[in-house]
């Protein structure tokens, strides 16, 4: 009698239903969120749910998105950068210093601000590679020293913690418009800045889902030493996500200088914990490894609809710190029930 041989079956090619393939994405718990919150608020706000007051959150929800999901790219790759939100502040301030004290025309200072941010990225990438001292330490001394750039070096130029006068500068109309403007949609005005968000979001999911860069960002974050056993440019991957965080928060510093003319030195200053939540609450696990780019941009959008929400309720605005609270809480309760079922199915 002849017994068929057994064939083991291999988990990557095993099949996976729908469900469950929704229920393990990272970006479950943020999508349960952001409906939760958004019926809440219109149920109770005409406002909130008209065209304008969609326009009104999108809008915080933009430029908090678009640091938010660099964060989250460099948290999956096992990092963090305490030094995001006030380098928004130093990028918008060499953009109006540079462009009102010194004659720069505005494109020239906007390079000028992007080769600064780049540099710094470059030197917290490679102090956390060559050092192997904790991201947190490194950049939270990186915060430290631009703070003190900042706010010294504009007290030392204009007297005061702020500098203005963006709009008189050569190039100053066309930069607003490709970066801080507004487009008309069914007679509703946008900001510019939505579609900024919408494509570094888009850009930085095509990274993590199709490309080999993905893969390493993915591997380091969940293992180092085995993604270096294979092969995988540990090093060169974070030192890349450090710099990528650098050039977000170049794009918000100068979108936001655009925007207002003018940039107070101490901007910027307590955001990157904001950003942080955003990601955790889009999925990403504070151990790395874990997490995707829309879940992070559903976690601002969740941030600017409370924001907005509890103003146009009517309510105290310090009711919105507690928000930050309750829903960082639950999405890291969220996210480890995802990821302990998403290890279940996997075995």
Request: with cysteine.
């Amino acid at each position: 009698m002849t017994v068929a041989p057994t064939v083991s079956s291999d988990e990557r090619i095993s099949k996976v239903g729908l469900a469950r393939r929704l229920l393990i994405r990272p970006e479950l718990g943020a999508v349960v969120g952001l409906i939760a919150v958004f019926v809440f608020f219109a149920a109770q706000s005409p406002v909130f749910r008209s065209p304008a007051g969609i326009a009104n959150w999108l809008d915080p929800a933009a430029t908090l998105g678009i640091m938010a999901v660099a964060i989250a790219l460099l948290m999956i790759g096992g990092e963090f950068d305490l030094s995001a939100g006030v380098l928004t502040g130093t990028t918008g301030l060499i953009l109006v210093t540079l462009a009102t004290r010194y004659g720069f025309d505005v494109w020239t200072a906007m390079l000028a601000g992007l080769v600064v941010a780049l540099l710094i990225g470059l030197a917290n990438g490679l102090i956390v590679t060559r050092t192997r001292l904790p991201s947190f330490i490194v950049t939270l001394g990186t915060f430290l020293m631009l703070q003190g750039i900042n706010l010294g070096v504009t007290k030392a130029l204009t007297g005061t913690v702020q500098v203005s006068g963006l709009r008189r500068a050569a190039g100053y109309e066309t930069a607003r418009t490709i970066f801080a403007g507004t487009i008309e949609i069914g007679g509703t005005s946008f900001r510019v800045a939505i579609l900024w968000w919408v494509f570094v979001t888009a850009a930085a999911t095509w990274v993590l889902m199709r490309s080999r860069a993905g893969n390493w960002i993915f591997a380091v974050g969940g293992n180092e030493q085995a993604a270096r056993a294979v092969g995988v440019p540990a090093a060169r991957t974070k030192i890349a996500l450090f710099m990528t965080t650098a050039v977000a928060a170049w794009l918000v510093g100068s979108i936001l200088a655009l925007r207002y003319t003018s940039v107070q030195a101490n901007i910027g200053i307590g955001q990157e914990f904001i950003y942080i939540i955003a990601a955790v609450i889009g999925g990403c696990l504070l151990t790395g490894g874990y997490g995707s780019a829309i879940g992070a941009a559903i976690g601002a959008v969740i941030f600017g609809m409370a924001d907005k929400g509890i103003v146009f309720l009517g309510w105290d605005a310090d009711w919105f710190k507690f928000f930050l609270g309750a829903m960082l809480l639950l999405a890291t309760l969220a996210n480890r029930l995802v990821r302990r079922y998403a290890e279940e199915v996997k075995h």
